[in-house]
């Protein structure tokens, strides 16, 4: 564990440490060293929770269920491995809190209701 700003956050400096970190539900995950950049670009691919709203309530929830579908078999068929594929699916329930040069701080989602 980590302190940022008085928050006590799960410190990952790899994909093994995250993949731990995710499972074990963290509420904060602070990624550190080389790895924050690789993560930072899953994260920039990832659709900002706000627009994720507003599509599905302005398509009445329809977009959504398209959007977990091409997202479905974008997964399946990716070339990544299992670990990836499974890292960047539990990515999905967090958003960027902070970043800074060194490192990146990702925030559970449900904190914010």
């Known amino acids: 564990m980590h302190k ?7 410190e990952a400096h790899n994909r093994t440490e995250l993949l731990a970190g995710l499972e074990a539900k963290s ?4 990624i ?5 950049k690789e993560v930072r670009k899953i994260m920039d691919t990832h659709l900002p929770e706000h627009e994720s709203i507003g ?24 070339n990544a491995d299992e670990m990836d594929k ?10 960027v809190k902070k970043i800074t040069d060194d490192g990146l701080l990702l925030s559970l989602k449900q904190l914010d209701y």
């Open 4 to 10: 940022v700003n008085g928050i006590e956050a799960y």
């Open 27 to 30: 509420e904060y995950i602070l």
């Open 32 to 36: 550190k060293g080389d790895y924050y």
């Open 55 to 78: 599509v599905s309530m302005g398509s009445a929830g329809m977009l959504s269920i398209l959007n977990y579908a091409v997202e479905a078999v974008r997964t399946s068929f990716s």
């Open 86 to 95: 499974k890292i960047d699916r539990k990515l999905n329930l967090f958003k």
